[in-house]
């Protein structure tokens, strides 16, 4: 298949290009670099299944040739990037998923929107199932990004039901492993270089809350699994073992040997208390569970990371 991969240059995006490389698709990958990293995608250039396409896709998008299927992965997905620029995290949920539908339903391709568990919010249900609608604040700090990816399902949606295309909406949970930006500003990457630095490990709050963990092969292979089915509705993929942000500080202190300790800060504004996907359609539609254990993933992104600061 020809294959456009918006946001190909980001964290999952580049691994999800290499992965469909590996299955012999020709993979054209758009960024416009605001988040992403021309570093990521850089061994790909040498294949030449692969082009990349430096494009803002909330600008229109056009190609010449046939493209099989879109995957949208364009999107800021750190709250330290999209807390700095909220108006384009808006508007690549908006006008960026609108483009590459179009592209979609033009090239007569089939599409998949990355979404995300944000779109549950401070959810009131633990674990959340796709069948939970969610309870996000649209006026507050994160609302640009749980909104955005609000509205970008229900516009594929919209896009299913009265063009018939064929979409699949994956609500991504948290991820990790290499290529996360050292400054990304989410918890493994801050936790990891604080620990390799011998620097506190900042906790927000008590550090009771919890998140989920998915290691990248996991979640592309899932992706990959989720495009090829027939599947139109949501599907949760991410990895159930749930953590406190505590333990987990605990577990990078060991892992990292480090001199660490643990500095308690306060909550940021509408932060969940608890992230944990109910995977029971995933295993079901897609034949997929995560085999990636947490300690596994992340003695692979700690190796990743020293090897990343010794250069």
Sequence with gaps: MRILVTGGAGFIGS?????????????????NLITGSIENISHLNR?????FVNHDVTKYIEFKGSIDFVFHLASPASPVDYQ?????????????THNALGVALIKKAKFLLASTSEVYGDPLENPQSEDYWGNVNPVGIRGCYDEAKRFAEALTMAYYRVHKLDTKIARIFNTYGPKMRLNDGRVVPNFINQALRNE?????????????????????????RL???????????????????????KLIIKLTSTSSRIEYKPLPEDDPKTRRPDITRAKKLIKWVPIISLEEGLAKTIYYYRNKELH
């Design 227 to 249: 495009a090829i089915s027939d599947i139109n509705e949501p599907v949760n993929i991410g990895n159930p073992d749930e953590k406190s942000i505590l333990e987990f500080a």
């Design 47 to 51: 294949n030449r299944n692969f082009e």
């Design 15 to 31: 691994h999800l290009c290499e992965y469909l490389l590996s299955k012999g698709h020709n993979v054209l990958c758009m960024d």
């Design 200 to 224: 506190p490990l900042t906790v927000y709050g008590t550090g009771k809350q919890t998140r989920s963990f998915c290691y990248i092969s996991d979640m592309v292979d899932a992706i990959y």
């Design 84 to 96: 700095k620029i909220p108006i384009q995290t808006l508007k690549v949920g908006s006008l960026g």
